[in-house]
């Protein structure tokens, strides 16, 4: 039984689009970045948090034959060493626009599994290049509502594209889910062998 930690409808979208069939199951944790910690370890640590915090409420579920795997990710927005989250109001997103506009930036993703052998976590990071944003689209854009739920108040394959001219690293990792890393994660946390030894994760019809 492979269950999603995660309400991002992103991450749902990358999972069917991968083939995978899962159960979404939210959870509850604090978000807030601890002091000291890096970009990668807060969105590594999240990622663990949610997908333990889960396993903990549905471990009684799972049997022999249908072992519980719960997979937990954190997607943050790293300018100049600062985490960019999701904005707060409009005001935030257009201060996280300004700052990334014309510049270099990174996503970091932390992926975690949890399964009754254990837990296994990665952080992949993709650079992103964006161009300057002319003013009255950036307006556009806020208006429309689409950076409010957005770390970094953009989703790449939204109206943001626009201002994207390139990205070095995976492109599925931008929208919140590195796709090929999840699937070698996956198959880790499930039996502790490499990818090419363990058995296949249940794929839903075509």
């Excluded at 108040?153 to 599925?172: H, K, S, T, V």
């Excluded at 990792?173 to 796709?179: D, E, H, T, W």
Aim: net charge negative; glycine share 8%; hydrophobic share 45%.
């Amino acid at each position: 039984m492979l269950i999603l930690a995660s309400s991002s409808p992103r991450r749902r979208e990358l999972l069917k689009l991968a083939g995978l069939d899962f159960i979404v199951e939210s959870a509850d944790i604090d978000e807030r970045i601890q002091a000291g910690e890096t970009p990668a370890k807060y969105v590594q640590r999240l990622a663990v948090e949610k997908a333990q915090a889960v396993y903990e409420r549905l471990k009684n579920r799972e049997s022999n034959d249908d072992p519980l795997l719960v997979l937990g990710a954190d997607t943050t927005v790293v300018s100049d060493g600062e985490i960019l989250g999701k904005p707060v109001d409009q005001s935030d997103a257009r201060r996280m626009l300004e700052k990334l506009a014309g510049r270099t930036h990174q996503v970091l993703t932390g992926i975690a599994a949890v399964s009754r052998q254990g837990v296994v976590s990665e952080v992949e990071i993709t650079q992103v290049f964006f161009d300057l944003i002319n003013e009255d689209e950036l307006v556009r854009y806020l208006a429309s509502g689409e950076p409010m739920d957005k770390a970094g108040a953009y989703g790449i394959q939204g109206y943001a594209a626009r201002w994207i001219p390139r990205i070095e690293g995976c492109f599925f990792n931008v929208m919140g889910l590195p796709l090929a890393r999840t699937m070698a994660l996956l198959a880790r946390a499930r039996t502790g062998l490499n990818e090419a030894e363990a058995p296949p994760l249940r794929l839903t019809a075509l």
